[in-house]
Structure formats: structure tokens, C-alpha cells
């Protein structure tokens, strides 16, 4: 199972790469690769280079566009051609994307962090994943079908923390390396978390777009589901929406929701 | 292994594959490529070194800008503000907005953004800021302090609201810049911008670099275009101002509005990412040495 695994995250590593390639590696045999071997050993080439080997409880794997892999005895490595890494065993993994993307977790739980400092957390057990950064949720609509949920240029997370007078493009010092809004590294960890979070939601028995299992806490919206209620208690303003509460705020120059725990 | 952990375990390596798929992606933008083999006349243009001088005559068009705007007793101008996001594919897109300013000095401020994204109204009375988002009918409160640029840093402070337009409309614009300017050069005159002819120039910090066209007669700035250095896919923020109106009487019921005043309140908050109670944020992990084995 470590070694297919292993095998598996090559190939992704080796999509960093070009989609090409691992696409070829993946379907070897079906476009003209070849395997051969025996009880103890075997070897496989694939038609456009990539090549694996093993046996006597280690195995190898060379990707035609400089990706490997090898492992053994219940550990494993990986190396993408352009600086990705990857290795695992005894339960544990982590795995480091070459322009600054990173991965670590084990039995059940595991953190992802992109280059722009949006981060995503698994618990074991919990059944949901979370983002935290605003762009899964904070910007819904990146292909523009609809932007309505955007808002205008904001400081979060791009101007940083410097904010030495705030006075504006000139003056606001735009202190943070990490800009996390929008970009499409940490949408495509959003996606991720999304797919992750429904996917866990079905298999809870709950109806396809039920409010009520799809939003995390913490994670911030730029406008509510359908068929929310408003709710005053203790002079604070809520929307009950299913069985998920929404506190809203003005920030970034404009309303957005927050999911919160029952007040 | 469980069936349960496998799964889990799986969704886990997707999660790193894509990150390594994404950091490409995004990376290809940013990255630089592999040295040629030969040098090419644009990698030969890149070595030359950059002298960060500040040219007196792009000073002086800054000082005169900047004197113009702060001798002003009130202004109305409009902003349009344009500003680049990646899509999934990586090529960004461009979003606009749009909004309609108006200022009276020391303490008073008006942001009426029509559009596009969502509408929103922004007032310091002299009193209170007051965020109003007019679609959802509610609005935000807080204690005004006594300028305008106080109030900036407040909204900025508390909300992360922020005005691409604030350089033109702070109490002494220059010296707001003074401080931190590495560069500053003098490019052109252009007769498209704004209408109008103007003064071209760039300036930087160590921030961000910014292109600006500053009205060659009546020193009013038109347009502005900004690149962060700290932005890896060093994306384009334009703004183009207009319809420029200095030291016109403005209506004593400009800044507050009716409508806001009696709506639902909500809190003004910084739409930051936060953690659930209880959780520490992870840290990235440390790659294993596992023995490899041939």
C-alpha cells in the first residue's frame, strides 16, 4: 500500500511538472508501454520513458521528465524534476512543492500551506476540512461568471500588517510576502477543501446543497445562502441559515459573513 | 490500516500533489527562467544596473501635486479603480470599481462606491465613521477621530477598509511619501490620459513601484498605476481619477445619510482568517530522511 501510494504522489509531483507526462505514466500500458517480471522482481517502461522497478521488498520509479520515486522496508521518497519533494513511512508524510507549497500529515490528519500563506487543516475524525485564507470562500466566483461577491481592493492579507500610516498605494506599506487574495494556489486548495467538505456531507446523509454541513467555522462569505433569517440576541446581529449561524460584519469595504459557533 | 485512514490518507497526498501542481502554476508567473545559454539583448538589459535617484524635475512635479491637493478646502473627484486578480488558469482578470469621493477638510469624508461588486457608502462625519451597505440594508458605527487621515488609519485599523484613493486625499500627500522614496524619474507628457495633458513619472519605494500622470497645468493627478514588490505574480492596480473639483461648496447633509442612520447595525471587523476556538494554527512539517533503498 506504501509503495502505491508513494507511486501515486509521484505522479502528482510529476503533474507539477507538465500534465503531459504524468498522464502518459498514468495510462503506460493502454498507449503502448510494456511490463515484464517474475515471482520475486519486475520491471515496467512506459512508453514515453518513464520506467519502474522492484523487488525483494524496494522498488524504484523514474518519470520520463525527471520525476523519481523509490522506497522500501516501509518508507518512501519522491523528487519532482523541477524541485518538488515528497517522503513518507511509519505513518507520516510530507511532501514540499517546488515554488514554496507544502503538505505534512499522518494517520488521518494533515496541513497544507501554500506559498501565499493560505493553510488547510484536516482533523482525523472530524469529517471536514478547513482554509483558512479568504479565498475559497471570500471570492466564490473566479472564472468572473459573477461578481457580485467581490469587494473592492482591500488591505487583507496583501497589504500586511504595515499599515505605517494607511494613507494608500504609495504610503500603505505592503509589508506581507504572502499575498493570499485570489490567487489560484490557494483556490485550488479551496477546491480541494470544498470537494473534501461536500464529499464528507453525502456520505453524512445530508441533501446535496444542504446549508447545513457546508460551511466551516471560522470561514467567511461574501453573501448568505437562500432562506436565512435574521436574529438579534444580546445586540448582536445574526442569520440562522439551516443550522448554521452567520455573524456579519463590515470589513474589507464591505458586508461579509463569518460561520460561528450557536451564540 | 483502516478504510477510514486510507481515505483520509489519500485525500491528504491529493492535497500535496496539489499544492505542487498550483505552486507551478502560480510560479510559472513569478519564476525566473533558467539563464540562456547565450545571453539574450533583454537579459543583457536586465543586468544593467539601476542608479535609484531621485529626479528633481518628477520631485517637483510630486510636491506640485501635492500642494495642490492639500491647499484644498474641499474636493469631489471620482475614482475608478481596476485592479488584477489570477483566475484558476493563472491569467488574471481585472476587476473595476467605482466610486464618487468627496472631502471637506479637516474631518469629513464621503465614499459613495456605485459599482461594480457590491455598493457600499462610507462617511466620516466628523463623528462617527459609518459603513453603510445600502443591498443589505445594513450598517457599521464608530467613533470618528478628529482628520480625516486619523479616520484612514482607523477604517484600516479596525475594518481593513482601505481607499486606493487615500495618496490624493491625506492632509500632506508628499510627506507622507518623502520618508520612503527610493526613485523617482520623469518619463514624458502624454495628451491621452485624462482628456488632458500630463506629466508622466514612476516613483518606488521599497514597496511599490507607481506610475502616475499628473495634470501638466492645473497639477491634479489623473491616473495612477501600482506594482507591489511583495506580490508574486506582480499584478496591476490602476486608478484613474476624474472630474476633479477643488474648493466647491458642498451641502452641510453630505456626509451622513438618512437611510444608514436607521437600518441594522453590525460591527466593523477585520475579515481576517482566524482559527476555531481551541485550535492552534499548524506548522508546516518537516520533511523525513527516510533510508532509500535500491
Not at chain 1, 82 to 90: I, K
Not at chain 1, 227 to 246: D, R, V
Request: charged share 15%; proline share 6%.
Amino acid at each position: 500500500m506504501t509503495t502505491r501510494l508513494a507511486l501515486g504522489l509521484v505522479g502528482l509531483l510529476a503533474g507539477a511538472l507538465a500534465a503531459a507526462p504524468a498522464f502518459a505514466w498514468a495510462h503506460a500500458n493502454r498507449f503502448g508501454g510494456s511490463t515484464s517480471g517474475s515471482y520475486s522482481s519486475w520491471t515496467h517502461s512506459g512508453r514515453w520513458g518513464g520506467s519502474a522497478a522492484g523487488g525483494n521488498g524496494s522498488w524504484s520509479g523514474h518519470s520520463a521528465w525527471g520525476g523519481t520515486a523509490s522506497g522500501g522496508g516501509g518508507s518512501w521518497t519522491a523528487h519532482g524534476a523541477e524541485g518538488g519533494t515528497a517522503s513518507g513511512g511509519d505513518g507520516s508524510w510530507t511532501a514540499h512543492g517546488a515554488y514554496g507549497g507544502s503538505a505534512s500529515g499522518g494517520e488521518g490528519t494533515w496541513t497544507a500551506h501554500n506559498a501565499y500563506g493560505t493553510t488547510a487543516y484536516h482533523t482525523a475524525g472530524s469529517g471536514t476540512t478547513t482554509v483558512y485564507g479568504t479565498d475559497n470562500a471570500y471570492h466564490p466566483t473566479y472564472y468572473g461568471g459573477t461578481y457580485y461577491g467581490y469587494h473592492p481592493p482591500t488591505t487583507v492579507n496583501y497589504y500586511g500588517s504595515g499599515c505605517y500610516d494607511c494613507g494608500g498605494w504609495s504610503s500603505a506599506g505592503a509589508a506581507a510576502a504572502g499575498a493570499t487574495l485570489g490567487l489560484a494556489t490557494g483556490a485550488a486548495i479551496g477546491e480541494a477543501a470544498e470537494a473534501n467538505t461536500a464529499a464528507n456531507a453525502y456520505t453524512a446523509g445530508y441533501a446535496a446543497g444542504s446549508t447545513s454541513a457546508a460551511y466551516t467555522t471560522g470561514a467567511i462569505y461574501a453573501t448568505l445562502p437562500a432562506g436565512c433569517s435574521p436574529t438579534t440576541l444580546a445586540a448582536t446581529t445574526y442569520y440562522l441559515c439551516g443550522n448554521t449561524w452567520f455573524k456579519p460584519s463590515y470589513g474589507a469595504n464591505g458586508v461579509y459573513y463569518r460561520v460561528v459557533p450557536t451564540p | 490500516m483502516t478504510g477510514t485512514r486510507l481515505i483520509l490518507r489519500g485525500a491528504a497526498l491529493g492535497i500535496a500533489g496539489l499544492v505542487a501542481v498550483a505552486g507551478g502554476r502560480a510560479g510559472a508567473q513569478t519564476r525566473r527562467a533558467k539563464p540562456a545559454a547565450k545571453p539574450t539583448p533583454a537579459a543583457a538589459a536586465a543586468t544593467v544596473p539601476v542608479t535609484l535617484e531621485l529626479e528633481p524635475r518628477a520631485i517637483d512635479i510630486l510636491k506640485a501635486a501635492s500642494a495642490t491637493l492639500a491647499a484644498a478646502r474641499t474636493m469631489r473627484f471620482t475614482a475608478v479603480v481596476s485592479y488584477e486578480n489570477p483566475s484558476l488558469l493563472g491569467p488574471p482578470l481585472v476587476y473595476t470599481t467605482r466610486s464618487e469621493v468627496t472631502l471637506q477638510r479637516p474631518d469629513k469624508l464621503r465614499v459613495i462606491t456605485t459599482g461594480d461588486g457590491p455598493p457600499a457608502e462610507f462617511y466620516d462625519t466628523g463623528t462617527q465613521l459609518i459603513a453603510f451597505a445600502p443591498a443589505e440594508n445594513l450598517v457599521a458605527v464608530a467613533d470618528a477621530p478628529p482628520t480625516v487621515d486619523a479616520a484612514l488609519a482607523k477604517a484600516y485599523e479596525m475594518a481593513a477598509m482601505y481607499f486606493p484613493f487615500s495618496d490624493v486625499i491625506v492632509a500632506d500627500p508628499y510627506g507622507d511619501l518623502a520618508g520612503s522614496l527610493k526613485l523617482a524619474f520623469y518619463i514624458g507628457q502624454s495628451k491621452i490620459v485624462g482628456g488632458t495633458t500630463t506629466d508622466m513619472i514612476a516613483y518606488a519605494t521599497d514597496a511599490v513601484f507607481v506610475q502616475a500622470w499628473i495634470g501638466a497645468d492645473d497639477k491634479l493627478p489623473r491616473r495612477l498605476r501600482a506594482i507591489y514588490a511583495a506580490d508574486p505574480a506582480q499584478l496591476r492596480h490602476d486608478l484613474e481619477l476624474s472630474d476633479w473639483q477643488l474648493d466647491v461648496a458642498i451641502a452641510p447633509d453630505a456626509f451622513a445619510s438618512a437611510r444608514a442612520a436607521s437600518t441594522t447595525r453590525i460591527d466593523f471587523a477585520r475579515p481576517d482568517p482566524m482559527l476555531p476556538p481551541g485550535l492552534t494554527p499548524p506548522t508546516a512539517g518537516k520533511p523525513t530522511t527516510p533510508a532509500r533503498k535500491k
